[in-house]
């Protein structure tokens, strides 16, 4: 090729689709070909790629008699850190279309299953959430006193049982509930401690909880929190 011409650039093309995914991360062992899910959640929207490089790993959505609904390429990020003399690891980081029938997810190299997840029987569940403690008599106000470190303690209603396979992540806000930080994942009991440090200076809060088995979740919200006066 002579110096002048341009090689031809790949584009990467995204769209934002705005419907129902599982979103699922896996790690990989690439020496090894070995693989473990190590996260599934469903989402309201994706940024999803229009040319997606082949690959040998494959999620497959499966319903409960074990007919496939999606059988998706993944593609697999490496870590490019690894030094030459340790196995060469990675991850992919999927979006599945969801659907009702949804019963089971397959992770897959080259027609062999490196993992299965399985969401529990029960739907996920999260009402009544607290934020303590509060200034009587229940005005939604946190206490700043002469402790303004101290934490304050969230809790929910959730599912009766630790084994459901249902997992609570909590969010806050200091922006009235247009957007969302992440403070804590993938809980297992329904309650949470909370460090004042996160809001900073914000004079208001909102914290949710949001519960899912991986492919269905429930959410619930508190009102608007002063966190002092």
Known sequence: MAATEEAP????????QRKEFI?????????????????VNPVSQALLSANVPQSPVHLILKDKTGRVITDQMATILE??????????TGLVDAMLPFSPEAAEIELV????????????????AARNLRVMP??????????????????????????ASTQSGVTYTVQLSND?????????LKLTSPTFTLDR????DAKTIMVRV?????FTKSMVKSETIQTGP
Do not use: C, F
């Open 79 to 88: 870590d490019t850190d690894i030094p030459p003399n340790e196995d060469k």
């Open 176 to 184: 009235g509930g247009q957007s969302w930080q992440t403070v804590a």
């Open 23 to 39: 979103n699922v991360v896996a790690t990989l062992n690439l020496t090894r070909m070995v693989g473990k899910i190590e996260h």
């Open 210 to 214: 949001i519960a899912t088995n991986g």
């Open 9 to 16: 650039i790949d584009r990467l093309v995204v769209q934002l």
């Open 197 to 200: 440090s996160i809001w900073g």
């Open 134 to 159: 509060l200034l009587p008599p229940h005005d939604l106000v946190i206490p700043r006193g002469e402790a303004p470190s101290q934490p304050i303690t969230i809790t929910w209603e959730g599912n």
């Open 109 to 124: 190299w080259n027609n062999k299953l490196l993992d299965r997840y399985k969401p529990g029987d029960e739907a996920p």
